[in-house]
């Protein structure tokens, strides 16, 4: 059983940046694929950011070059620094650990307003 707990949402205007974090409990973390998945109102969730065992990542079209995804393997914890947000990035953002099965946190609002 694994347990994903996010932190580090807000309200930031645009142009600002986020640092999520989300601490995993429960397993041995280095094993998994880890990954943020967010989800806008009345829209599907979809893929942000993941990061593999070994350090390797994938990102989102949309977010190239401006999201940064890390994992901490001593502190059970994977990070998505944000940069540059965009309003159409306001969304639910989701922690993924992805092995034989998938886990997801309970979400944190990331809301980016003037």
């Known amino acids: 059983q694994v347990q994903l707990v996010e932190s580090g949402g807000g309200l930031v205007q645009p142009g600002g940046s986020l640092r999520l974090s989300c601490a995993a409990s429960?397993?041995?973390?280095?094993?998994?694929?880890m990954g943020w998945y967010r989800q806008a109102p009345g829209k599907q969730r979809q893929l942000v950011a993941t990061?593999?065992?070994?350090?390797?990542?994938n990102y989102a079209d949309s977010v190239k070059g401006r999201f940064t995804i890390s994992r901490d393997n001593a502190k059970n914890t994977v990070y998505l620094q944000m940069n540059s947000l965009r309003p159409e990035d306001t969304a639910v953002y989701y922690c993924?650990?992805?092995?034989?099965?998938?886990?997801w946190g309970q979400g944190t609002q990331v809301t980016v307003s003037s």
């Open positions: 990061i593999t065992s070994g350090g390797r990542t």
């Open positions: 993924n650990a992805n092995g034989a099965t998938d886990y």
């Open positions: 429960g397993t041995i973390f280095s094993i998994y694929r």
